[in-house]
């Protein structure tokens, strides 16, 4: 298929997401408006892996964003690596929450797209995949309504345990919303996807991220609350009492006693039906000023693959999950800077 590029709708860790067009399309076998996700060599396995979980997902979950095809190009002397997706007019939830200005969604809105979302994450799941980054920049709303979970990029086999080059094992994931055994222990289980929702939900009510943190502190500091001690993310409090059970559910520390996927579909949060009078169908327009770059502030490390913190043949042998953080802490201070909205961690 030939294509043409359109304007850039979103920005990765390891890519930037453009429309596409199909321009000899004549079968119609692609849709007039895609997405495309390209990357250059630094991206390109991030975007294989993609592709490979979403072609052995296949099209049978509507709550799961379709992959449309690859492609090569070479612009500007580099090699692009594209892969086309179902483009989603209305864009992510994060987008879709930071034009509310820090306002949350109405419950029964969040209801409905939490449905949705386990509804995606249970097939996952059942699929024997973890997808392992969960928030909110990677749900996408289209324009009928329907939410997807997007961005397999760091998705993996349940229980499959990811070794970097020399040996060790990464750190992967958003530590906002990192579960308490991956920080712990390097556990990416589907359980790790529980949490991750629970602190979507939390962000998509109240319109602020699950755990707080003050500006400019240290993300191993979040690290150790996450994983040590009894503190969990805060539950609004205006919240209901389903939603406050639902929300304790995700976020059970001990991923064998957490609800699953398939549980928490069944829980009185989400399995009742909701009308959909506030629903808005509103096609919303892409500018260029809306296009935002992911992660937004030094705690949203989209896709955090630390290098420096991947000795974890260390941690992998210590017992205690205090003497893991605190291994973590002494052997990976991060040099991170800020260059416009971009945390560079090294
Ligand atoms: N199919 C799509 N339709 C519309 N917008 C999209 C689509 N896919 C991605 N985007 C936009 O592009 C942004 C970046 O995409 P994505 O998260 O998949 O890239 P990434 O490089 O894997 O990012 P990261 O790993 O840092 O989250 C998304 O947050 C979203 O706003």
Not at 316 to 329: D, G, M, S
């Amino acid at each position: 298929m030939e294509w043409v590029r359109g304007e850039t709708i979103g920005y990765g860790t390891f890519s930037t997401v453009t429309l596409a067009t199909p321009a000899n399309d004549v079968s119609g076998a692609f849709p007039q408006v895609m997405a495309v996700k390209s990357a250059d060599s630094h991206g390109a396995a991030s975007l294989a892996n993609e592709k490979w979980v979403l072609d052995t997902l296949g099209d049978d979950c509507d709550e799961i964003v379709r992959c449309l095809g690859e492609d090569r190009t070479v612009e500007n002397g580099e090699e692009m690596h594209n892969l086309f997706l179902e483009f989603a007019s209305r864009g992510s939830l994060a987008s879709h929450l930071k034009k509310l200005n820090g306002e949350g969604l109405p419950e029964s809105t969040v209801r409905r797209h939490t449905g949705s979302v386990l509804r995606g994450l249970r097939y996952i799941h059942a699929k024997g995949f973890a997808h392992c980054d969960l928030k909110l920049g990677n749900i996408l709303l289209f324009g009928d309504g329907a939410v997807k979970i997007a961005d397999f990029g760091l998705a993996k086999r349940a229980g499959e345990v990811t070794a970097s080059v020399d040996g060790g094992v990464q750190i992967r994931g958003t530590p906002l919303y990192m579960a308490p055994e991956s920080v712990n222990d390097n556990e990416y289980g589907s359980e790790a996807d529980v949490p991750a929702l629970g602190c979507a939900v939390v962000e998509m009510l109240s319109g602020k991220t699950a755990w707080s943190f003050k500006e400019g502190s240290h993300f191993m500091s979040l690290l150790i609350r996450i994983g040590v001690g009894d503190e969990l993310p805060r539950i609004p409090e205006d919240l209901s009492e389903q939603g406050r059970d639902f929300l304790t559910k995700c976020f059970v520390k001990d991923p064998k006693k957490r609800w699953t996927a398939e549980m928490l579909l069944n829980h009185p949060f989400v399995a009742v039906d909701l009308d959909h009078d506030d629903f808005e169908e509103v096609d919303i327009q892409l500018k260029t000023e809306e296009v935002f770059a992911s992660p937004r502030c030094p705690f949203e490390f989209s896709s955090w693959v630390s290098a420096s913190s991947d000795s974890g043949t260390q941690c992998h042998t210590l017992e205690a999950p205090e003497e893991r953080v605190a291994t973590l802490a002494a052997v990976s201070i991060p040099d991170w800077s800020v260059t416009n909205n971009w945390v560079i961690v090294r």
